[in-house]
T-cell receptor, first 115, second 113 residues
Framework: SQTIHQWPATLVQPVGSPLSLECTVE??????LYWYRQAAGRGLQLLFY??????ISSEVPQNLSASRPQDRQFILSSKKLLLSDSGFYLC??????????????FGPGTRLLVL | AQSVSQHNHHVILSEAASLELGCNYS??????LFWYVQYPGQHLQLLLK??????LVKGIKGFEAEFIKSKFSFNLRKPSVQWSDTAEYFC???????????FGRGTSLIVHP
């Protein structure tokens, strides 16, 4: 069966420090991968998605970037964190290689606090 | 662009009460529709989905949703809620052949025992 991992679970970082959040998927090949930010009462904001290695699409211009160095690895990064980057970050995957419209499967999330 | 509205942001019910959470979307073409649920301390997970066929869809834990194309709606229902249904519920829509879902803001449901 497929599993999705995110780490760390919680992170406290000073303003201006770099960020690296990692997401890995097991049990499937060539998944579509997604990064979301979840804010209370505001739903899920899609940040980035990827349909293949090295293919990254950005939905919201901001202080963050994403990379997909391997088929089942998706990394969210920042060179210098802002206070506004605080939030709950979710990674998700869906079945790749098909037409769109597929179910998303979410990881446990990373809670980031920037001080 | 697609937008999704969830009309109820906070719902408080007693056990055995009936539940209906509203979800409306804006794009009128082909859509795939989803309800996701996030129980306290757990992953966001799929509750039910509609791709095609019977517009009345049944999901886990006794939930169902009805797709009404003419109303651009996909409301979630459960005839008798339980304390364990306390969670946050998200409606999501994917338009046409897109890879990108649009999520509603979510509804926080609290069920008192």
């Amino acid at each position: 069966s497929q599993t999705i991992h995110q780490w760390p679970a919680t992170l406290v970082q000073p303003v201006g420090s770099p960020l690296s959040l990692e997401c890995t998927v097991e049990g499937t090949s060539n998944p579509n991968l997604y990064w979301y930010r979840q804010a209370a009462g505001r739903g899920l904001q899609l940040l980035f998605y990827s349909v293949g290695i090295g293919q990254i699409s950005s939905e919201v211009p901001q202080n963050l970037s994403a990379s997909r160095p391997q088929d089942r690895q998706f990394i969210l990064s920042s060179k210098k964190l802002l206070l506004s980057d605080s939030g709950f970050y979710l990674c998700a995957w869906s079945v790749g290689g098909l037409a769109g419209g597929q179910t998303q499967y979410f990881g446990p999330g990373t809670r980031l606090l920037v001080l | 662009a697609q937008s999704v509205s969830q009309h109820n942001h906070h719902v408080i019910l007693s056990e055995a009460a009936s539940l209906e959470l509203g979800c409306n979307y804006s794009y009128g073409g082909t859509v795939n529709l989803f309800w996701y649920v996030q129980y306290p301390g757990q992953h966001l997970q799929l509750l039910l989905k509609y791709f095609s066929g019977d517009p009345l869809v049944k999901g886990i834990k006794g939930f169902e949703a009805e797709f009404i194309k003419s109303k651009f709606s996909f409301n979630l229902r459960k005839p008798s809620v339980q304390w364990s249904d306390t969670a946050e519920y998200f409606c999501a829509v994917i338009s046409g052949g897109s890879y990108i879902p649009t999520f509603g803001r979510g509804t926080s449901l609290i069920v008192h025992p």
